[in-house]
């Protein structure tokens, strides 16, 4: 069925950037959301951002909004994150996630599919 793969974590001094690639194979037309959670260290999952396949339409959490840009291109499968401005609070396993059906949902038991998760790691 879907799988997904994050890449693009690794090391940044804050205000720095950073792009996440996330590769959906095996998807389907049925699946047309996309999305980004990331998990702080003793923290729960929080929603980052999630952007529809069909009509890129995008929604964003406050936290992010004006430094975090989503993007797709429906041609390789891939959901992109831009970060910019990062902060030290931004440090966290960021994971992709998709969902069946074209509605935006904000909480990790709406989505079906899970990436493995990719270190972001934003030093002082």
């Known amino acids: 069925q879907v799988q997904l793969v994050e890449t693009g974590g690794g090391l940044v001094q804050a205000g720095g950037s950073l792009r996440l690639s996330c590769v959906a194979s095996?998807?389907?037309?049925?699946?047309?959301?996309t999305g980004w959670f990331r998990q702080a260290p003793g923290k729960d999952y929080e929603f980052v951002v999630a952007?529809?396949?069909?009509?890129?339409?995008?929604y964003y959490a406050d936290s992010v909004k004006g430094r975090f840009t989503i993007s797709r291109d429906n041609a390789k499968n891939t959901v992109y994150l831009q970060m910019n401005s990062l902060k030290p609070e931004d440090t966290a396993v960021y994971y992709c996630?998709?969902?069946?059906?074209?509605?935006?949902?904000?909480?990790?038991?709406?989505?079906?599919?899970w990436g493995q998760g990719t270190q972001v790691t934003v030093s002082s």
């Open positions: 952007i529809t396949w069909r009509g890129g339409i995008a």
């Open positions: 996630a998709a969902r069946r059906g074209s509605q935006i949902a904000t909480t990790r038991f709406e989505y079906d599919y």
């Open positions: 095996g998807r389907s037309v049925s699946v047309d959301v």
